[in-house]
């Protein structure tokens, strides 16, 4: 019976393979040019993919706990990759799709709730929260295959843009996670090393790290600056801003061009600008 109670816990979500279906059908939708509106099929495509990559992040959180002796995570569910089990499935799922959907940035969003007082030793806590953001680096990684491995030829420009815009929300989300801001999984890395004291003088904070984030990246100055890391970041991935402005452009839909230039047309845009 426990043995059937462990499997229970771990077996994949029906929920998530239904992410992965619409995220599977909505690329072949982009790489076919099959749907009426290319827009709206690379809408589907990133915001599943994007909610993928969340469930992958909290996910890898649960995992290593487990492995750091949190054993409650599989009876909550986390195991199963389902993103209504989280402890906050409004702060995990439907606010980084709002954040995706209004400014094109990957804001990350929490949370699986893991029980501290069972893992112990400061490495093993660090490493909790470093899974997370380290998950959504390799599936940048991932994504910025094609461009780094210089496998882009006879790929249509339409999911060349898809692919650059996935890869932008990936980056921002794992630079933002990685910042030491109470609250972010940044701070949770470095918070086992800090004293008892500096903790306790910060824990009050640690709600309010994710409004004081969103609010800095509201300054011009700081919005500029950070949008400046993801591109020399993306550039190190092989991945052009010019990639990422027309997945963006491409990804909002209800506002998308009527055409959409080639790779070819980047050189006048950079003149241009």
């Keep these: 019976?426990?043995?059937?109670?462990?499997?229970?816990?771990?077996?994949?979500?029906?929920?998530?393979?239904?992410?992965?279906?619409?995220?599977?059908?909505?690329?072949?939708?982009v790489w076919t040019d099959y749907a009426a509106s290319p827009g709206f099929a690379v809408f589907l495509f990133v915001v599943s993919g994007w909610v993928v990559s969340l469930c992958l992040h909290e996910y890898a959180h649960?995992?290593?706990?487990?492995?750091?002796?949190?054993?409650?995570?599989?009876?909550?569910?986390y195991l199963t990759l389902n993103p209504l089990k989280y402890t906050h499935a409004v702060l995990s799922v439907v606010l980084p799709v709002i954040f995706v959907i209004m400014g094109g940035i990957g804001l990350p969003g929490g949370a699986v709730f893991i029980e501290r007082h069972r893992v112990h030793g400061r490495w093993k806590h660090s490493?909790?929260?470093?899974?997370?953001?380290?998950?959504?680096?390799?599936?940048?990684?991932?994504?910025?295959?094609?461009?780094?491995?210089?496998?882009?030829?006879g790929v249509p420009d339409t999911f060349r843009y898809a692919l650059g815009f996935m890869v932008l929300l990936q980056v921002s989300a794992a630079l933002l996670n990685l910042l030491p801001v109470p609250?972010?999984?940044?701070?949770?890395?470095v918070e086992p090393w800090l004293s008892p004291g500096v903790r306790r003088?910060?824990?009050?904070?640690?709600?309010?790290g994710f409004l004081a984030l969103f609010g800095f990246?509201?300054?011009p100055e700081v919005n500029d600056a950070f949008f400046d890391l993801i591109h020399a970041v993306l550039r190190v991935l092989g991945v052009e801003e010019w990639d990422a402005y027309w997945?963006?452009?491409?990804?909002?839909?209800?506002?998308?061009?009527?055409?959409?230039?080639?790779?070819?047309?980047?050189?006048?845009?950079?003149r241009v600008g």
């Design 217 to 219: 990246l509201m300054i």
């Design 127 to 153: 490493l909790i929260s470093a899974a997370g953001p380290l998950t959504n680096v390799l599936f940048a990684v991932v994504c910025a295959a094609p461009f780094w491995l210089g496998a882009l030829d």
């Design 183 to 189: 609250g972010m999984d940044g701070y949770g890395i």
């Design 201 to 208: 003088q910060v824990e009050p904070f640690a709600p309010f």
């Design 1 to 29: 019976m426990a043995s059937d109670a462990t499997h229970a816990e771990r077996r994949v979500s029906p929920v998530f393979l239904a992410l992965v279906a619409v995220m599977a059908v909505s690329m072949w939708a």
């Design 247 to 270: 997945g963006r452009r491409l990804f909002q839909f209800w506002d998308a061009p009527e055409s959409v230039p080639s790779p070819a047309d980047q050189w006048q845009w950079i």
């Design 62 to 77: 649960a995992r290593t706990a487990l492995h750091g002796g949190d054993i409650t995570v599989g009876a909550k569910g």
